[in-house]
């Protein structure tokens, strides 16, 4: 099964996706999604320049061997551009190995460990009434698990939601320039106890809440918020510090029983090694694509698995949805599974370019068996889409210091 051709898209349906596509010499091919929000060019140069040449004439079956070439091999290990390179390489000989046995992927990876996949969606908002209207419509579609997000009163753009505008993610394909949003740790604070104690007011205990930081606050400050939150029971706080510095989460976990996600930035073990060894989180959240593919994050959720730690995908709109089929498949499987986001069907110019079928059922994702990945990517939908430069937002302490993001 020698690699014949390999071939990268980038194209904006709403928003920018990378995507590769590895066709063999009998003729199967796999797809990947190499898509990394606001850098896409980068991955896109890397694996044309870098990685596509060294394959032709590989054998596409290797996928270990060919995980083990472009991460040992290139000498320059790690970080995001090149694990997503890699990861979506990944993906695409995983979707090839499962078209080629005529199998789903989670069959190759193990067979199912569940019989769907349990989601939680969003609700965002400008006001807390919005957010929790939102709850009201998520629990009447059968959502056992929410993330709540809602603008801090007096401060410009806050994390999960954008003034005035409704639909805050699909927004973000079409910023030339970064935005700026406004921080503040205080007004922050002294509001979002009030979303959370309202929505146990409004809706009760049954229904799973969540809520991400968006690493905004320092350990001790993300201590406190845990004190205020842990009357409301969350599935969990995310990203309640930047993880750069991994003992942050130490001093967290010490102070607060509100349990802890991390990892979307993640791009390998190495990241998450001091946070799972030390049991200083709950949930880990590296994805398919950002961490290097299903290859190593077998690894990771293996290492995680003896540690307490559950998988919790990151599930972006910035990821497509050939990752999103990815974690699909890596869920199904994977033991210590905990939970996946995701964040609807996406919008009609992106179900043009990308075809998958998955249906929701009392907050369970379930998927189609089909041979690979089962996702299409439609390359003539996609040329009507071209790649619009779009950055992520930066942010800003009132007194202007630029703040994490
Ligand atoms: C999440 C994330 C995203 C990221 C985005 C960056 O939990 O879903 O924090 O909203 O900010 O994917 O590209
Ligand atoms: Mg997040």
């Keep these: 099964m020698k690699i014949k051709d390999i071939k990268v898209f980038v194209c904006s349906p709403g928003r920018n996706f990378v995507t590769i596509k590895i066709t063999t010499e009998e003729g199967i091919y796999g797809i ?16 044309e320049e870098h990685i596509a040449p060294c394959l032709i004439g590989k054998d596409a079956s290797q996928i270990e061997d060919i995980w083990q070439y472009l991460y ?4 320059w290990r790690k970080g995001p551009v090149t694990m997503t390179a890699i990861g979506a ?7 090839i190995k499962g078209k080629k046995a005529n ?7 193990g067979g199912k460990s569940r019989k769907g996949v349990t989601v939680y969606g969003h609700a965002n908002g400008e006001t807390i009434d919005e957010v929790l209207n939102n709850l009201g419509t998520m629990i009447n579609q059968g959502y ?69 930081v968006h690493s905004r606050l320092t350990p001790i400050e993300a201590s406190r918020l845990g004190k205020l939150l842990e009357p409301y029971n969350l599935l969990f706080m995310e990203d309640t510090v930047t993880s750069e510095n991994p003992q942050g989460y130490k001093i967290v976990r010490e102070h607060t029983v509100v349990p802890l996600a ?18 200083w989180i709950d949930y880990l959240r590296t994805a398919v694509s950002h961490g290097g593919g299903i290859t190593p994050l077998r690894k990771i959720s293996d290492f995680a698995d003896m540690h307490h730690v559950r998988m919790a995908p ?42 998958y079928d998955v249906e929701i059922k009392e907050g369970l994702l379930y998927m189609e068996d089909k041979p690979g990945l089962g ?10 889409y071209p790649y619009k430069r779009s950055y992520l937002p930066v942010n800003r302490l009132e007194d202007g210091t630029l703040w994490n993001w």
Aim: with cysteine; glycine share 8%.
């Design 144 to 212: 056992k698990v929410v993330r709540l997000q809602c603008s801090i009163p007096n401060l410009k753009g806050t994390y999960g939601t954008l003034e005035g505008k409704k639909n805050y993610y699909e927004l973000q394909g079409d910023r030339p320039l970064p935005p700026e949003q406004q921080w503040s740790t205080s007004k922050y604070m002294n509001f979002i106890p009030e979303l959370f104690k309202q929505a146990r007011e409004r809706f009760g205990y049954e229904i799973g809440l969540c809520h991400d």
């Design 32 to 47: 990947g999604d190499a898509t990394l929000n606001g850098r896409e060019m980068a991955v896109a140069t890397y694996l």
């Design 72 to 75: 040992k091999g290139a000498y």
């Design 89 to 95: 390489i990944d993906m695409a000989l995983w979707d």
């Design 262 to 279: 991390v990892g979307e930035i993640f791009s390998t073990v190495w990241d998450a090694k001091v946070l799972i060894e030390n049991q």
């Design 375 to 384: 996702v299409e990517f439609d390359e003539e939908a996609a040329k009507k």
């Design 314 to 355: 990151h599930g972006a709109p910035d990821q497509s949805p050939i990752c999103f089929m990815a974690q699909m498949n890596f869920n199904l499987w994977v033991p210590n599974f905990g939970i996946q986001e995701f964040i609807g069907f996406g919008t009609e110019k992106l179900n043009e370019v990308f075809k």
């Design 103 to 109: 199998m789903p992927v989670y069959q190759l990876l």
